[in-house]
């Protein structure tokens, strides 16, 4: 279990919270201790680029758990006869440690300190010694400013701010329009920050900002509401939440962090607490990577899943997209194709366009490409490296992708549910599911990565493209099965174990290199038009265990490469909506079954229970069949056509298309 703190990991683990403060007058004696400081295995001074994290490095450590660690001063609500009381509507010039003058309250000695009452001014800390700390109670406090941050923290070592109980504290900045403008938040600070209490706090951040840290910001509790122009809520190294509950409205992004030069920082840390976010960008952004321990998370980016303005023209299959919905865009002779001829005749169909199609190529192999505009961001948890999530409710309602990282996405439980304009959950090389419930209701293609392990756990994807697709952004393949030039080692869709549903418009489970099913049950339904298929790969599909049914059209049927401990079946025949399929054995005893929500014309079956040298009753829609098992790949469909023949490979294809197909984005 790795704890982090502002001063490296290994940090004693989080204290309990004591003596809520219920009022500045009630004044209790807390004894204090001096914090344990860790010591770590990397000096914190040696800082790299984000970009340079050695990626398989970062998971293995955040696999092994990752805690936001809390020192004493944090969890700290009370105060000693010590502290300061100031009414800011009545501030006395005999104050310890405190300089007024302006409707400017500076403080510039280390203690406590209990605000309350109202100013039109600004709270300053800006301590003699940086190496000191304050603690700040608001007790009722309302601080406007329309000229600057109304609580500017210049010079500490950290502050805590403490919500006192059953109080609503208000702060608001106004709208400016100067440029050199450098405390963009209501509450800006230079310096680690630290929110605690079990009071509200209504932050208004009309000018950019709603509340920034340009070191740690760590909230421990309270009710947090902000409303901001710009951000929500950014910290530099970390935002770290432990509890409480949040109402964020931004312009920009919801929470960020924003270090990208140090591989060390630039996290964050939710724990638990209940958090709402409503942005204009990003909903969560880690400039380095976001761990999730448990929580109830509300994401809505942008204009929502339903109303997204995200393009996939530059992203579509260039082969795919240049022949438009026509299934005869290479001709309407299937058979020129299917039966192996030679590129020149493949080219002669009546399409009069299909020598354009073969040029229509997206070259853009960028796998860090935003799909909406350059400037804009719309997804819902985004990080630069890895997102983790180890329990908790996420939903995310997101113009664009609701998960995305240019590394890892890494998921061991917790439950996420995704209405998305783009791809449901994209990382460039990494999905790995062990566990935890997924439900992605609406996406352009459901996971996306270079290589997507499923581990366990259940999986749902609803996607107007593929469910599941492996891709790594350089393989480029009109994927008709093993047509790819360059094929990537890297590129691979394993599941092992789970329960796997996919009902997509394209492919259902789609692989540009290989594909191995190990375990898990799984049901594809696939698409309906035959310029799709249930199951695409481009290398080889091997399968070893577990349950299969992919229903799906019949023009592009890839048959398994190899089946073992069991055997596969391609069958075929004409189902209805709503119309079963069943396999039984010659005892009449049920294999599989299950009832497709749209029509279907072929089923690629696969169950440790189908043995070699059996024959099997097959029924789809009002029609059933016998079929006996010769091998351990066995088809009764068509494979001349469009389909596959030997694992995938439909013969010799023009050059020219096998440059057609980049579907990574």
Wanted: aromatic share 4%; with cysteine; charged share 15%.
């Amino acid at each position: 279990m790795i704890n982090y703190n502002k001063r490296g990991t290994l940090y004693v683990a989080v204290l309990s919270m004591s003596l809520v403060l219920t009022a500045c007058s009630s004044k209790t004696k807390t004894a204090t201790s001096q914090t344990a400081e860790a010591t770590t295995a990397s000096s914190s001074t040696n800082t790299t680029s984000v970009a340079d994290t050695d990626l398989n490095s970062l998971i293995s450590t955040l696999e092994s758990g990752v805690s936001l660690a809390l020192n004493e001063n944090d969890t700290n609500t009370s105060f000693d006869d010590s502290s300061v009381n100031i009414d800011l509507a009545n501030v006395s010039s005999n104050l310890n440690g405190v300089s007024y003058s302006n409707n400017t309250l500076t403080i510039t000695k280390k203690g406590s300190y209990c605000l309350s009452g109202s100013i039109n001014g600004q709270i300053v800390i800006n301590l003699e010694d940086n190496t000191d700390e304050v603690h700040l109670i608001f007790n009722g406090v309302t601080i406007t400013n329309n000229e600057s941050a109304p609580v500017l923290i210049l010079s500490a070592d950290k502050v805590t701010i403490t919500l006192a109980d059953n109080t609503v504290n208000t702060i608001t900045d106004g709208e400016r329009s100067s440029d050199n403008e450098d405390y963009s938040a209501a509450i800006y600070s230079k310096e680690d920050l630290t929110f605690n209490g079990n009071g509200t706090l209504n932050v208004n951040g009309n000018y950019k900002d709603g509340i920034t840290s340009k070191d740690d910001l760590i909230f421990v509790s309270g009710i947090i509401n902000v409303t901001a122009t710009d951000d929500g809520i950014v910290g530099k190294d970390l935002v770290g939440i432990n509890n409480g509950e949040f109402n964020i409205s931004a312009g920009g992004d919801g929470i960020k962090s924003t270090n990208d030069t140090d591989s060390t920082r630039g996290y964050i840390i939710i724990e638990n607490g209940n958090i709402d976010i409503t942005a204009g960008n990003d909903g969560i952004q880690g400039e380095n990577y976001v761990a999730i321990n448990n929580g109830n998370i509300n994401i809505k980016t942008g204009n929502g899943a339903s109303n997204s303005s995200v393009s996939h023209s530059s992203t579509d299959f260039g082969f795919r997209a240049a022949m438009g919905n026509s299934q005869n865009a290479m001709g309407n002779n299937q058979a020129a194709m299917g039966h192996g001829q030679n590129a020149a005749s493949a080219n002669t169909g009546n399409n009069s366009n299909a020598n354009s199609a073969s040029t229509d190529t997206n070259t853009n192999t960028d796998t860090n490409t935003d799909t909406s505009t350059d400037t804009e961001s719309l997804k819902g948890i985004k990080a630069t490296n890895v997102v983790i999530c180890f329990s908790g409710t996420i939903n995310i309602d997101s113009e664009d992708d609701g998960v995305h990282t240019d590394g890892a996405v890494i998921i061991k439980d917790g439950t996420f549910n995704i209405a998305s304009g783009d791809d449901g959950i994209h990382a460039d090389s990494l999905i790995k599911v062990d566990g935890g419930n997924i439900n992605i209701t609406k996406s352009y293609e459901g996971l996306e990565s270079t290589a997507i392990e499923i581990n366990g756990g259940s999986v749902k994807i609803t996607s107007e493209d593929d469910g599941m697709n492996a891709s790594d952004g350089q393989t480029n393949t009109i994927g008709y099965g093993n047509t790819s030039n360059s094929q990537s080692t890297a590129v691979s869709l394993v599941i092992n174990a789970g329960n796997v549903y996919v009902n997509s418009t394209g492919d259902g489970l789609d692989s540009n290199g290989t594909m191995t099913i190990n375990g898990g049950e799984i049901i594809v339904e696939g698409p309906t038009s035959n310029d799709n298929t249930a199951l695409d790969f481009d290398s080889s599909l091997t399968i070893n265990g577990g349950t299969l049914m992919a229903f799906g059209s019949n023009g592009m049927i890839e048959t398994p490469t190899s089946a073992t401990n069991g055997a596969a079946l391609i069958l075929t025949g004409s189902g209805s909506s709503n119309q079963e399929f069943s396999l039984k054995d010659s005892s009449g005893n049920t294999i599989l079954n299950y009832t497709p929500s749209k029509s279907y014309q072929a089923v690629i079956c696969y169950s440790q229970n189908i043995s070699q040298g059996s024959t099997y009753t097959y029924t789809i829609g009002q029609g059933s069949e016998s079929v006996t098992v010769t091998s351990a790949v066995t088809s009764t469909a068509n494979t001349s056509g469009f389909g596959a023949q030997k694992g995938g490979n439909m013969g010799q294809m023009p050059e020219s298309a096998n440059q057609g197909r980049n579907a990574y984005k």
